[in-house]
């Protein structure tokens, strides 16, 4: 019995996990120079559950976010990092569409990163 009562448990927990999984976006510099994942100042993911792309920055700077569908851009905004350091995004009322993040930074530098929702 208690072997039953740790397996439903073990499940619930990794079910709950499941449940909050985002899909890593990799975001790329464009044009690409070599940079490594661990130079580029974003990071994306999308939940798919929640219907939420989120975007987490490493460097203090000001930059040009916009998240472009196949309708358009759906959200377009400067961002203060010195303010916020992740930015979420509802892509709820457009699901089903190929996405794509473009991000730019003060100097001019675009990095992109591509999802599907």
């Known amino acids: 019995m208690k072997l039953v009562k740790a397996f439903i448990l073990a499940f619930s927990i990794v079910g709950g996990l499941t ?5 890593e976006i990799p975001i790329h510099l464009n044009p690409s120079d070599g940079k490594s994942k661990d ?7 999308y939940d ?9 920055f490493s460097e203090c700077e000001v ?15 400067k961002v203060d990092v ?12 457009y699901d089903g569409e190929a996405y794509t993040v473009v991000v ?14």
């Open 63 to 77: 930059y040009d976010v916009a998240v472009i569908g196949t309708e358009g851009i759906v959200f377009s905004s």
């Open 104 to 117: 730019t930074d003060s100097k001019g530098r675009v990095y992109e990163g591509d999802f599907f929702a």
């Open 19 to 23: 449940h909050s999984y985002a899909e």
């Open 48 to 56: 798919n559950d929640s219907k939420e792309l989120a975007l987490k």
């Open 39 to 45: 130079e580029v100042p974003v990071t994306g993911g």
């Open 82 to 93: 010195k303010n916020y350091r992740e930015v979420r995004v509802r892509i709820g009322a």
